[in-house]
């Protein structure tokens, strides 16, 4: 099994420039997620989806939007990268019911704004 | 809202030696659920060990055991024996489910970043 698929996993864009980052996760998971990781500051949530044709703010969702495309795939958009968006994301899926929950994290994109 | 602090930035500890992260958290739940994280330079976020807060028992996962105080808010690792496949940085989490099971965001520390020395 694939689990939860970044691409790409480096990147690099001028300020202003506009890209997409894109998740897909092989588990049949409800909820998919998209995190930031910044040195010092650990990981924090940008924006979340509990199930397919929903979606929700996090901790920090200025300057991204994020599209559910269907259950698999969970995808975030930078409109005008900004070099405070330098970072490395994770998208991540989660299952949760009564006997058991998981959580699985993608490889993460490095992505550098100059 | 949940935070989650790992005071500590760095630690360094001798091959096969014994050594403890710590990680404090602040919640007004009583159902939840703690995570210690381990992330290489690969960059890959693995899970090290789990603790729901229902259960009074101490996870253990081999080489690695956490003390849980409830009632401190307290959720510290324990690795033991070492090894220089451990130097990573490792991130506590809190996640507290839903009643639905959907969005259990993890909310984390900012990381402790352990060397483990020859």
């Known amino acids: 099994n694939a689990g939860v698929t970044q691409t790409p996993k480096f990147q690099v864009l001028k300020t202003g420039q506009s890209m997409t980052l894109q998740c897909a996760q092989d588990m049949n998971h409800n909820s998919m997620y998209w995190y930031r990781q910044d040195p010092g500051m650990g990981l924090r949530l940008i924006y979340y989806?509990?199930?397919?044709?929903?979606?929700d703010k996090g901790e920090v969702p200025n300057g991204y939007n994020v599209s559910r495309l269907n259950k698999r795939e969970f995808s975030l958009r930078l409109e005008s990268a900004a070099p405070s968006q330098t970072s490395v994301y994770f998208c991540?899926?989660?299952?949760?019911?009564?006997?058991?929950?998981?959580?699985?994290f993608g490889s993460g994109t490095r992505l550098t704004v100059v | 809202a949940q935070t989650v602090t790992q005071s500590q930035p760095e630690m360094s500890v001798q091959e096969a030696e014994t050594v403890t992260l710590s990680c404090t958290y602040d919640t007004s739940e009583n159902n939840y659920y703690l995570f210690w994280y381990k992330q290489p330079p690969s960059r890959q976020m693995i899970l090290v060990i789990r603790q729901e807060a229902y259960k009074q028992q101490n996870a253990t996962e081999n080489r690695f055991s956490v003390n849980f105080q409830k009632a401190a808010k307290s959720f510290s690792l324990k690795i033991s024996d070492s090894q220089l496949g451990d130097t990573a940085m490792y991130f506590c989490a809190f996640m507290k489910p839903t009643n639905t099971g959907a969005n259990s965001k993890l909310t984390f520390g900012k990381g402790i970043t352990l060397s483990v020395r020859p």
């Open positions: 991540a899926s989660s299952f949760h019911n009564r006997e058991s929950y998981g959580y699985t």
């Open positions: 989806s509990a199930s397919e044709g929903t979606t």
